[in-house]
């Protein structure tokens, strides 16, 4: 119980401290360049069991979901492997069918709620590094509602649920141990959950315990998880589902999309199929409110109406356990949301210098689940999302720390009437200014015209996921190549990250003529002959064998322009260097600087004597144990894209006897030293006189 509470007063501290997540100053770090390594393997490894076996014989670096609990000890024994965690920005969850008999009845709902022991689950399941949670709006987020409500669903109250049940007509008429419906029918309850998840078995195995306590006639029962997913996804058959969902940043304008009446019936939205008009009402404020205080009180208000509905049952906020090993990589990182397994890792790891680094090697993960698909609008896993977000930019990305950075765009600027009069009443207009350096993976240029067509493209696109939330845009349409323009017909509060975090799909493939529908879509970027797979994130599809892995490797066309301007290395030009024989302390310094990640290598006379990777702002090699004689001393600074800049120092050595003084140098000291003999001798003669 310490343990859960030190992560209840964490969570209460990122509450208070947190806002919406601010913008970052852009690239005001080395930590926004990448990418250092040359490969990605995703091995696809199912089970608990077998991906913590994975990383304890070296088999793979990182372990790409959350770690079960009760394999800490077994992980913490090796000195090659580290254990981070962070409270988790999602949540497990067992979501309900809404539109089955007698599902539909939100008594039984709250009954079961109520059952459930919420606080055992974290305790025992979870060994304590999990906290009881009713909203489906995570803790660590500052519009959750959690613990402000008269009532919670933690412990297992189970007269609770008996009186609920009770009053609501659940009763065991035929007297044979379980309730029947209140229209006297016969019903039971299948729980599935995912056969290859420890957590997901004992949580499911304790709900349909629970409810065969308070005369439920229930089971759990293990499934393949793509084939319930799939289910839910398109509103098939199911009676409860165990689920886990992750979020990646802290808006909550989905409360209005994934819970909408409208969409208990649209595919992708609205797995409980719930629909409720009082929670609908609350919808376009959350929505077109542009004050932070009105669409607080909404997301407030739809999570009240939502917490007492159960359409899902919200179990546990944990936190999320990651291992990964140490002999061979650093630069491991643990974002707020995802934990070590994340985007981030991918950009910032780097080979040790031992193994060769900084760049080159290959990262190998595991993944519990295969790839469904490499079409990123259709996937239905978020494993198959890990792999495809590698393979797509956006505007703006979300950083480590939670706060939103510029990405391919260098500046932005938001408008409305009050701003501008060219603007009309009650819309938005935002302007973004792109980076001028971006390329396809094909080498053709990213330009401005490419977002607009994604934005249009989204929109238009009937049932598009990606499309929903920018319903309301108006026009978008680029001015110049690095210039382009959104406008909404509305305002909101959210317009912002609606667009800004859209991957961005090039327009000269998907306006092929032949190209499929967006849910039509099925590339595979392994065939040399695929003609409508180009991307542009950091790394691109190598090699995929389904069910076995997934390659990865660095996107050559990177950025590549960053090669000029600014981005070149910079060494300022050193003066040569006089100094005599046996002098000891003396440095020879460069001021340098280079905005991507550069490495530095030293030589003297042609020969190579100190390398690494540049931190900072200055490169230093010292000068002693220098024999007489003249050193050239060479500074090369290169980054991974191909530029780089070198300055040339001779270093002169000087004896310190007296016969290395230059002869000029020795007749001046004699002249010196006699005229001063003849004046102390002339003085002495004109005194005696």
């Known amino acids: 119980m310490r343990l859960r509470n030190t992560i209840v007063y964490g969570s209460c501290l990122v509450l208070m401290l947190s806002a919406i997540p601010l913008l970052a100053p852009a690239n005001s770090s080395m930590?926004?360049?990448?990418?250092?390594?040359?490969?990605?393997?995703?091995?696809?490894?199912?089970?608990?069991?077998?991906?913590?076996?994975?990383?304890?014989?070296?088999?793979?670096?990182?372990?790409?979901?959350?770690?079960?609990?009760?394999?800490?000890?077994?992980?913490?024994?090796?000195?090659?492997?580290?254990?981070?965690?962070?409270?988790?920005?999602?949540?497990?969850?067992?979501?309900?069918?809404?539109?089955?008999?007698?599902?539909?009845?939100?008594?039984?709902?709250?009954?079961?709620?109520?059952a459930l022991d919420k606080e055992a689950i974290c305790d025992d399941i979870w060994s304590g590094l999990a906290q009881p949670q009713d909203s489906c709006v995570p803790v660590v987020n500052p519009f959750s509602i959690e613990g402000q409500l008269p009532y919670t669903y933690y412990e297992g109250n189970l007269a609770k649920a008996n009186a609920l049940l009770?009053?609501?007509?659940?009763?065991?008429?035929?007297?044979?141990?379980?309730?029947?419906?209140?229209?006297?029918?016969?019903?039971?309850?299948?729980?599935?959950?995912?056969?290859?998840?420890?957590?997901?078995?004992?949580?499911?195995?304790?709900?349909?315990?629970?409810?065969?306590?308070?005369?439920?006639?229930?089971?759990?029962?293990?499934?393949?998880?793509?084939?319930?997913?799939?289910?839910?996804?398109?509103?098939?058959?199911?009676?409860?589902?165990?689920?886990?969902?992750?979020?990646?940043?802290?808006?909550?304008?989905?409360?209005?999309?994934?819970?909408?009446?409208?969409?208990?019936?649209?595919?992708?939205?609205?797995?409980?199929?719930?629909?409720?008009?009082?929670?609908?009402?609350?919808?376009?404020?959350?929505?077109?409110?542009?004050?932070?205080?009105?669409?607080?009180?909404?997301?407030?208000?739809?999570?009240?109406?939502?917490?007492?509905?159960?359409?899902?049952?919200?179990?546990?906020?944990?936190?999320?356990?990651?291992?990964?090993?140490?002999?061979r990589f650093v630069g491991f990182v643990n974002d707020v949301n995802d934990g070590v397994p994340n985007w981030w890792t991918n950009y910032q790891v780097r080979l040790k210098d031992a193994a060769g680094g900084p760049y080159g090697g290959n990262l190998r993960w595991s993944l519990p689940f295969d790839i469904d698909t490499f079409n990123f609008m259709t996937s239905i896993s978020s494993f198959a999302n890990t792999v495809n977000q590698m393979m797509w930019d956006s505007l703006l990305r979300m950083d480590p720390d939670g706060n939103y950075i510029h990405w391919l765009a260098e500046s932005y600027n938001i408008e409305t009437h009050a701003d501008n009069r060219k603007v009309p009443d009650e819309h938005t207009r935002i302007i973004f200014q792109m980076r001028d350096d971006l390329v396809w993976s094909d080498g053709r240029p990213l330009t401005a015209d490419d977002v607009a067509f994604s934005l249009n493209y989204y929109r238009n696109a009937p049932g598009n996921p990606l499309g929903a939330d920018?319903?309301?845009?108006?026009?978008?349409?680029?001015?110049?190549?690095?210039?382009?323009?959104?406008?909404?017909?509305?305002?909101?509060y959210w317009h912002l990250t609606a667009v800004a975090l859209k991957p961005i799909i090039p327009k000269h493939i998907f306006i092929e003529p032949d190209f499929p529908a967006w849910n039509e879509w099925n590339p595979d970027p392994t065939d040399p002959n695929e003609p409508y797979f180009v991307s542009s994130g950091p790394f691109i599809v190598n090699d995929f064998v389904p069910g076995e892995f997934a390659e990865l490797t660095y996107n050559s066309y990177y950025r590549s322009s960053s090669v000029t301007g600014d981005d070149n290395p910079y060494i300022e030009r050193q003066d040569d260097v006089y100094i005599s024989e046996g002098t000891v302390g003396k440095m020879l310094t460069w001021n340098c600087s280079c905005s991507v990640p550069c490495e530095y290598s030293i030589l003297r006379d042609g020969s190579l004597i100190?390398?690494?990777?540049?931190?900072?702002?200055?490169?230093?090699?010292?000068?002693?144990?220098?024999?007489?004689?003249?050193?050239?001393?060479?500074?090369?600074?290169?980054?991974?894209?191909?530029?780089?800049?070198?300055?040339?120092?001779?270093?002169?050595?000087?004896?310190?006897?007296?016969?290395?003084?230059?002869?000029?140098?020795?007749?001046?000291?004699?002249?010196?030293?006699?005229?001063?003999?003849?004046?102390?001798?002339?003085?002495?003669?004109?005194?005696?006189h």
């Open 166 to 327: 009770d009053a609501a007509g659940f009763f065991d008429i035929d007297e044979d141990g379980s309730r029947e419906a209140p229209d006297g029918s016969d019903f039971d309850v299948l729980v599935e959950l995912a056969q290859s998840s420890g957590i997901a078995e004992r949580t499911g195995e304790l709900f349909a315990e629970t409810m065969r306590s308070i005369g439920i006639d229930a089971v759990a029962k293990g499934a393949y998880f793509y084939d319930y997913l799939c289910r839910l996804y398109h509103h098939g058959d199911y009676d409860i589902v165990y689920m886990s969902t992750s979020f990646s940043e802290y808006s909550v304008d989905w409360l209005a999309y994934e819970y909408w009446s409208e969409y208990a019936d649209e595919p992708y939205w609205n797995f409980p199929n719930f629909r409720n008009a009082s929670y609908d009402s609350w919808r376009d404020q959350l929505l077109h409110s542009v004050q932070y205080e009105d669409v607080y009180e909404a997301a407030i208000e739809m999570q009240k109406i939502f917490v007492y509905e159960c359409p899902i049952i919200v179990c546990y906020e944990n936190v999320l356990l990651s291992a990964y090993r140490t002999d």
């Open 470 to 492: 920018i319903a309301d845009i108006m026009s978008a349409y680029s001015i110049t190549p690095s210039e382009m323009v959104v406008e909404f017909k509305s305002e909101s």
């Open 610 to 688: 100190d390398s690494g990777v540049l931190e900072g702002t200055n490169v230093s090699i010292s000068l002693d144990s220098l024999s007489y004689g003249t050193y050239n001393y060479t500074l090369i600074l290169s980054t991974r894209f191909g530029s780089s800049t070198s300055d040339d120092v001779l270093v002169h050595i000087r004896r310190n006897d007296l016969l290395n003084i230059p002869v000029f140098s020795l007749s001046m000291a004699i002249t010196i030293s006699s005229l001063v003999v003849i004046a102390a001798f002339g003085s002495a003669i004109i005194k005696n």
């Open 31 to 114: 930590q926004y360049y990448g990418p250092y390594v040359d490969k990605i393997t995703y091995k696809v490894i199912t089970g608990d069991n077998a991906q913590v076996l994975a990383l304890l014989d070296n088999e793979i670096d990182l372990v790409g979901d959350m770690i079960d609990p009760s394999f800490l000890p077994q992980l913490e024994e090796s000195e090659d492997i580290e254990i981070a965690n962070v409270l988790r920005n999602g949540y497990g969850y067992f979501s309900i069918n809404c539109d089955k008999y007698p599902f539909n009845i939100t008594a039984f709902r709250r009954a079961l709620a109520f």
